[in-house]
C-alpha cells in the first residue's frame, strides 16, 4: 500500500498535526520531532509535496508561473508553450494569476514560494524591481515581459516598441491622416512601450485620437462604437492588442462599415484569431512558443546553478504581419 500522512505520523510517534507542520513548514517543531519525521518519510518513501520534497533536500520537479490572466488565447498559448517546454525538462507547472493586481500577486507568489523549483513572473503592471522589493524568493526565477532596471535580473522581453513604431509606418504609408488609436491599462509596461513607439514613429502630421483601454474585447467593441461616431471619422483604428482590435473590427463590421475601404484595423501580438477573422487582422506576430521557450530554458539553467549574468536575453525583435484589414484589395 502507498504510505500515507498517517504512517508517517505513527512510525514517527507523533501526532497528524506535528507530520502537516513538519512538512507544510507552518509552525515551530522541536528540532528532535522534526528529525523523526524527516526519517518516517524517508523509511517509508513516502512521496511528499513539493514543499516536503524540498525540506527534504530534494527537487520538486515543479516551475512556478504567475501570469496577470490565464485565461484569453494570447495567455493560454502562453501556458501551451511554457508546460511543452517544462515536460521537455521533467519539470511540471504551478499556475496562478495576479489579475494585474498587487496584493493578488503577493499571494500568488507567497502560496508557491518554498513549493516549486523556480519562477516564471509575467506583471507587466509592476517592474522587476518592485516585485523583489515585495517578496523574498527562495528559489531562480526569470521575468517575461517586464520591465526591470537590474542587468542581473533574468529577463526575456519582446519588442513592444519597436513593433508599434512599424505599425505607425504601415499605417503612415497607407495614407491614413486621422487615427484612432486604442491603448492598453496605462500601468502596464507593454503598453506603455506599444504606445511610445507609435507616437514617437508616427509623422507629426499624422492626426492621433487616443481612446483609453484595457485589451478586452468588450473595450475594443465599445470603443469602435465612440469612434464611429466622431465627424470625420478616422480613416483607421489602431488596438495595442488583437483582442481590442477584434472587438473593434466586430463593431465596424455590424454598422456595416467597409474593412479596411472605409476604416482599416491593425492589432498586436498576432494571435491565431487575428488570421481567421473576416477579414483577416494586420498583426504584429509576437513569437509566444519562442519567447515561452526561452523563459523556461533561461529558469532551468538557473535552477542547475548557472549564474544569472550569464544568461542575458536580448529584446526580441517582432514581425509586423500585413492583412487585409488594413491592406486594400487591387
Same mark, same amino acid.
Given at each position: 500500500?502507498?504510505?500515507? &500522512?498517517?504512517?508517517?505520523?505513527?512510525?514517527?510517534?507523533?501526532?497528524?498535526?506535528?507530520?502537516?507542520?513538519?512538512?507544510?513548514?507552518?509552525?515551530?517543531?522541536?528540532?528532535?520531532?522534526?528529525?523523526?519525521?524527516?526519517?518516517?518519510?524517508?523509511?517509508?518513501?513516502?512521496?511528499?509535496?513539493?514543499?516536503?520534497?524540498?525540506?527534504?533536500?530534494?527537487?520538486?520537479?515543479?516551475?512556478?508561473?504567475?501570469?496577470?490572466?490565464?485565461?484569453?488565447?494570447?495567455?493560454?498559448?502562453?501556458?501551451?508553450?511554457?508546460?511543452?517546454?517544462?515536460?521537455?525538462?521533467?519539470?511540471?507547472?504551478?499556475?496562478?494569476?495576479?489579475?494585474?493586481?498587487?496584493?493578488? *500577486?503577493?499571494?500568488?507568489?507567497?502560496?508557491?514560494?518554498?513549493?516549486?523549483?523556480?519562477?516564471?513572473?509575467?506583471?507587466?503592471?509592476?517592474?522587476?524591481?518592485?516585485?523583489?522589493? &515585495?517578496?523574498?524568493?527562495?528559489?531562480?526565477?526569470?521575468?517575461?515581459?517586464?520591465?526591470?532596471?537590474?542587468?542581473?535580473?533574468?529577463?526575456?522581453?519582446?519588442?513592444?516598441?519597436?513593433?508599434?513604431?512599424?505599425?505607425?509606418?504601415?499605417?503612415?504609408?497607407?495614407?491614413?491622416?486621422?487615427?484612432? *488609436?486604442?491603448?492598453?491599462?496605462?500601468?502596464?509596461?507593454?503598453?506603455?512601450?506599444?504606445?511610445?513607439?507609435? *507616437?514617437?514613429?508616427?509623422?507629426?502630421?499624422?492626426?492621433?485620437?487616443?481612446?483609453?483601454?484595457?485589451?478586452?474585447?468588450?473595450?475594443?467593441?465599445?470603443?469602435?462604437?465612440?469612434?464611429?461616431?466622431?465627424?470625420?471619422?478616422?480613416?483607421?483604428?489602431? =488596438?495595442?492588442?488583437?483582442?481590442?482590435?477584434?472587438?473593434?473590427?466586430?463593431?465596424?463590421?455590424?454598422?456595416?462599415?467597409?474593412?479596411?475601404?472605409?476604416?482599416?484595423?491593425?492589432?498586436?501580438?498576432?494571435?491565431?484569431?487575428?488570421?481567421?477573422?473576416?477579414?483577416?487582422?494586420?498583426?504584429?506576430?509576437?513569437?509566444?512558443?519562442?519567447?515561452?521557450?526561452?523563459?523556461?530554458?533561461?529558469?532551468?539553467?538557473?535552477?542547475?546553478? &548557472?549564474?544569472?549574468?550569464?544568461?542575458?536575453?536580448?529584446?526580441?525583435?517582432?514581425?509586423?504581419?500585413?492583412?487585409?484589414?488594413?491592406?486594400? =484589395?487591387?
Amino acid at each position: 500500500m502507498i504510505p500515507t &500522512v498517517h504512517d508517517v505520523a505513527h512510525h514517527a510517534k507523533v501526532s497528524i498535526s506535528t507530520v502537516s507542520r513538519v512538512i507544510n513548514d507552518s509552525a515551530p517543531v522541536s528540532a528532535e520531532k522534526k528529525e523523526r519525521v524527516i526519517a518516517a518519510i524517508k523509511a517509508l518513501k513516502f512521496t511528499p509535496n513539493p514543499a516536503a520534497r524540498r525540506l527534504l533536500g530534494l527537487a520538486s520537479r515543479t516551475i512556478g508561473v504567475i501570469l496577470p490572466y490565464i485565461t484569453g488565447e494570447f495567455f493560454a498559448d502562453l501556458l501551451h508553450g511554457l508546460d511543452t517546454t517544462a515536460k521537455q525538462h521533467d519539470y511540471l507547472l504551478m499556475v496562478s494569476s495576479s489579475r494585474r493586481l498587487e496584493t493578488d *500577486f503577493i499571494a500568488a507568489f507567497e502560496s508557491m514560494n518554498r513549493r516549486v523549483d523556480g519562477m516564471v513572473i509575467m506583471v507587466p503592471e509592476l517592474t522587476a524591481d518592485r516585485v523583489l522589493s &515585495v517578496v523574498n524568493p527562495v528559489f531562480p526565477f526569470v521575468f517575461l515581459n517586464t520591465k526591470s532596471q537590474d542587468q542581473k535580473i533574468n529577463t526575456v522581453n519582446f519588442d513592444n516598441y519597436g513593433g508599434m513604431a512599424d505599425v505607425a509606418r504601415h499605417i503612415s504609408d497607407l495614407g491614413h491622416k486621422r487615427i484612432a *488609436f486604442i491603448r492598453g491599462p496605462d500601468d502596464a509596461f507593454d503598453a506603455q512601450q506599444r504606445r511610445q513607439g507609435f *507616437f514617437e514613429a508616427a509623422p507629426s502630421e499624422l492626426e492621433i485620437l487616443e481612446f483609453p483601454g484595457d485589451f478586452s474585447f468588450e473595450n475594443g467593441y465599445d470603443t469602435a462604437q465612440e469612434i464611429l461616431r466622431l465627424r470625420p471619422r478616422p480613416t483607421a483604428i489602431v =488596438a495595442v492588442n488583437d483582442l481590442g482590435a477584434l472587438g473593434a473590427l466586430r463593431a465596424l463590421l455590424e454598422n456595416g462599415v467597409s474593412v479596411p475601404n472605409e476604416i482599416a484595423v491593425t492589432g498586436f501580438d498576432g494571435t491565431k484569431s487575428a488570421d481567421f477573422a473576416t477579414p483577416s487582422l494586420t498583426t504584429v506576430n509576437v513569437p509566444i512558443g519562442v519567447l515561452a521557450a526561452k523563459a523556461v530554458d533561461i529558469l532551468v539553467s538557473r535552477i542547475a546553478g &548557472v549564474p544569472a549574468d550569464e544568461l542575458h536575453c536580448p529584446v526580441m525583435p517582432l514581425e509586423l504581419i500585413p492583412r487585409e484589414s488594413s491592406i486594400r =484589395a487591387t
